[in-house]
């Protein structure tokens, strides 16, 4: 088991930065993909980025070049940092992992982008 919890959201306004981290706990050791996942509301959850046990990055069209995703060495913290905030990017942001096949979620961190 893989237990995530997410913090940092707030609101901001358009153009600024936020950073979000996830606490990650258990069986981390082995985890396949670390990922960031939003919601919008009235909208699907999308994937916004992912990490690889290899250091391989992957990010949706609409935050290449703003966002980053990273983690620490012993993988117990995944982060993403967010710059040039749009108000389309308000959102709640969940943190993912994949484990041998079995997916695991927190709770979510709201991003409210406005002025």
């Known amino acids: 088991q893989v237990q995530l919890v997410e913090s940092g959201g707030g609101l901001v306004q358009p153009g600024g930065s936020l950073r979000l981290s996830c606490a990650a706990s258990?069986?981390?050791?082995?985890?396949?993909?670390m990922a960031w996942y939003r919601q919008a509301p009235g909208k699907q959850r999308e994937l916004v980025a992912s990490?690889?046990?290899?250091?391989?990055?992957n990010y949706d069209d609409s935050v290449k070049g703003r966002f980053t995703i990273s983690r620490t060495a012993a993988k117990n913290w995944v982060y993403l940092e967010m710059n040039s905030l749009k108000p389309e990017d308000t959102a709640i942001y969940y943190c993912?992992?994949?484990?041998?096949?079995?997916?695991?979620w927190g709770k979510g961190t709201l991003v409210t982008v406005s002025s």
């Open positions: 258990g069986s981390i050791s082995d985890i396949n993909l």
């Open positions: 990490l690889t046990s290899g250091g391989r990055t």
């Open positions: 993912n992992s994949l484990r041998y096949g079995m997916t695991f």
